[in-house]
Each structure stands twice: as C-alpha cells, then as structure tokens.
C-alpha cells in the first residue's frame, strides 16, 4: 500500500547537468510542489543550481532521500546509472521519472518496470515530445480524423554532437524522441525495422540513422537522425489521405497541406484519388515549455494517482526499438521486434 501524498509535493533531482538543472528551475517554479533538494557530484553545478533554486545540494542522492524525504524525483543522470538508482528509489517507495532511454538494457527496464508495479509507485519517463503543444494538436487532429488514413510518417531530428553524450549513440540519445511520438500519433505496433547507421565524428558510437519502420496498419515511418550537422532541425510529418501535417518541435507550429482532391465526406475517404495542391493551414498553438508540462503532469499523476501519459512500458518499447534499429544496421538486415513484457 502506497503512502498517502500531501497537498505539496516534495520533489528532489539527481544529476543537476545540462538538463537536470532545468528540471529543478522548473520544480521550483511550480505550485503545489517544493524542491528540497538536489543531487549531484559535481560541486560547480550542483551548489549553482542549489543557490539558484533555493534548495540544498548533496553529494550523495541516498543522503538526500533519507533527509528530505521527497515523494518524487526526477533522475537525470548519465543512462548507465538510471537503473541502480530508479531501482532503488522506487524500493523506498519514491516515484521516479526517469529521462529518456529508460534504461541501458531491456532486460533491465523490464525488471524496473515490474518492480515499480509491484511496489505501486509511478515510473515516468521523460520523453518531453509528448508535451510538445504542437504534437498534442497533431494528435487531437489524427484522432478526429482530419488526415483520413495516415499514409506515412517521417521525422528529421539532426544537429551537432553533444559533449555531454558520452555512454549512447544518436540512436538511443535522440531517434527515441520520435520513436515514442511515432507510437503515439499512428497508434499501431511497429512490425519491422530497418535501418543504416554509420560513425563520422564519434569514436564509439554510431552517430547518423537512416531508419524505417512498417507499422501493423500499415503505416511507414521514416528517421533521419543525426549529430553531424551544422545546423539544428527537428521536424516531424504525417501523410495521409487529406493531406499532410507538419510539426515543427523547435517553434511548436503546426502547419496543414490540404490534398486539393481528397472529398471530406466519409464516402469519399474510403477511396484514395491521388493528390493534388490545396490550401496551406497554419493552426495557433499555445505555446508552453515542453518540461514544465511534463513536470506538472508528473506531479498530478502522483498527487491525484493518475496514469502519467508516458509510463514505464512506454519507455521500454521505445528502448526495444532504438535497440532493433541499431540491431539492424549493424547486422545489415531487416528485425521482427519482440514483445517487451
């Protein structure tokens, strides 16, 4: 049996680096939550973000769970460690949300899974696209069938590399951003995975994808992921039957190109005449920060006991994926993913 939860929630963070230090800024801009304190190893960052969060800052993230008692905590330190920790805090019954992949392996994200299940605390994991306002549009419009059928979705998440990555590749470092928003938008079970990889400016790992997916409805997907461009793009977009939507995670807009010759009328949807140029349509989007959604969502499943809109499972697949990318291009062959649970 869970422990009950307070009004105002005791939040803490582990691992106060490049994005850690946003998720106590943004903790303790929230209300109905305190941050009491975060973890970190590094004195240069964590007595910062300390100062400029007023909160305490520990060495060690067991000190801090056993002084402050926190009832959630965001774990935002190199994968390698996600799972001993998240399995520990999760056996002192504090709910985790743990950043993206949610483990290094899939056995072990099978294992943290489980775990949290049966020690009936939430598991979150921080695949922030998800709050992206202008993905939450896209994804009301698919359902109310605006696109039709969709045809086809394909997503280009390039840039430079990132000094701070050191223990994943691009695959599991940023193609699961999309693997995640893809399950999400065509809402089908991915069938087959293809993929080519390749390693430029990185040592150990690989840091351009080509990937392909077929989708159980028959939805194809497409990853262009890289860390070897110059510029930053992160782009998403679905074909379908009325036209084509297009995200733009970087501004959070979302534009619509109508198919000219696609009828609106359901009769005319169950036959596909081809396309033709129509009206471009750019929708206002409330734009909002992307973690700060994420955080209070987190906060609300805790607080109202709520399913979290990314929970563990959700984390695993994606991981299986990546993983199955990976797989392929290595093994230069097509991957039949497995079940993960």
């Not at 004195?43 to 959630?72: F, I, N, Q, W």
């Not at 979705?153 to 994943?168: A, E, K, L, T, Y």
């Not at 690989?206 to 028959?218: K, T």
Request: hydrophobic fraction near 40%; charged fraction near 25%.
């Amino acid at each position: 049996m869970t422990k009950s939860i307070p009004t105002r929630l005791r939040a803490a963070v582990i691992g106060v680096g490049a994005m850690g230090k946003h998720h106590a800024r943004v903790y303790s801009e929230l209300e109905n939550v305190e941050l009491v304190g975060v973890a970190d190893p590094d004195p240069s960052v964590r007595d910062l973000v300390a100062a400029r969060c007023h909160t305490r800052g520990y060495v060690d993230y067991r000190k801090l769970v056993e002084v402050e008692k926190p009832e959630v905590v965001s774990l935002v330190v190199p994968t390698c460690y996600h799972y001993a920790i998240a399995r520990d805090l999760v056996e002192r019954g504090v709910h985790v949300l743990v950043e993206k992949p949610i483990t290094d392996t899939i056995e072990e994200g099978r294992a943290l899974v489980r775990q949290a299940e049966a020690r009936g605390v939430k598991l979150g994991v921080g695949h922030i696209e998800r709050f992206n306002p202008a993905v939450i549009a896209l994804k009301e419009r698919l359902d109310r069938g605006e696109l039709g059928a969709p045809f086809q979705v394909s997503v280009r998440r390039i840039g430079g590399f990132p000094p701070r990555v050191r223990d994943v590749g691009v695959v599991l470092d940023l193609a699961t951003h999309d693997l995640d928003v893809m399950r999400y938008l065509i809402g089908g079970r991915v069938v087959r995975v293809s993929a080519e990889i390749a390693r430029e400016s990185n040592d150990s790992r690989e840091d351009i994808l080509c990937g392909l997916l077929r989708f159980d409805n028959g939805v194809i997907g497409l990853l262009d992921v890289n860390w070897v461009s110059p510029t930053k793009i992160r782009s998403l977009t679905v074909n379908g039957q009325c036209g084509m939507f297009v995200v733009n995670y970087l501004t959070q807009d979302l534009e619509f190109y109508e198919n000219a010759n696609a009828d609106s009328t359901w009769e005319s949807l169950q036959v596909f005449r081809g396309v033709a140029e129509g009206r471009m349509i750019r929708y206002p989007i409330s734009r909002r920060e992307p973690l700060s959604l994420e955080l209070q969502a987190f906060a609300r499943s805790v607080s109202h006991d709520e399913p979290f809109p990314v929970g563990g499972g959700d984390g695993l697949q994606a991981l299986m994926l990546a993983m199955c990318l990976v797989q392929a291009g290595q093994e230069n062959r097509s991957i039949i993913p497995a079940e993960v649970m």
